[in-house]
């Protein structure tokens, strides 16, 4: 059997840049983020000392969700895991997803 270099998995997320690397990090304790880009032209994170390896995430440039007088942030992600096999990388982005949930209540 013969692995891809990465697995890729995208989400549409209800978050904007600042949010996303404010909770990023939590997700990958002591690792290393290289931030390039921006908010209305998109943007690139690497993190090649991730506890399972390098992972890179595009995010697109921020969006809105309107419902009703609401304005939601909207942000495409794509991660890209390196070196894992899907059953892994999957497992690992649950495990990160986790850290960009929010509670209602």
Same mark, same amino acid.
């Given at each position: 059997?013969?692995?891809?270099?990465?697995? &890729?998995?995208?989400?549409?997320?209800?978050?904007?840049?600042?949010?996303?690397?404010?909770?990023?990090?939590?997700?990958?304790?002591?690792?290393?983020?290289?931030?390039?880009?921006?908010?209305?032209?998109?943007?690139?994170?690497?993190?090649?000392?991730?506890?399972?390896?390098?992972? &890179?995430?595009?995010?697109?440039?921020?969006?809105?969700?309107?419902?009703?007088?609401?304005?939601?942030?909207?942000?495409?992600?794509?991660?890209?895991?390196?070196?894992?096999?899907?059953?892994?990388?999957?497992?690992?982005? &649950?495990?990160?997803?986790?850290?960009?949930?929010?509670?209602?209540?």
């Amino acid at each position: 059997m013969i692995l891809a270099d990465y697995v &890729e998995i995208t989400r549409e997320m209800g978050t904007n840049h600042k949010d996303f690397l404010r909770l990023l990090p939590r997700s990958v304790p002591d690792a290393h983020l290289v931030v390039t880009g921006n908010e209305s032209d998109g943007a690139k994170i690497v993190i090649e000392d991730a506890p399972l390896g390098r992972i &890179e995430i595009d995010l697109s440039a921020v969006g809105e969700r309107r419902i009703a007088l609401i304005c939601l942030p909207v942000t495409h992600v794509r991660f890209r895991f390196f070196g894992l096999d899907q059953k892994s990388a999957h497992a690992e982005y &649950e495990r990160m997803s986790k850290y960009f949930q929010r509670g209602g209540g």
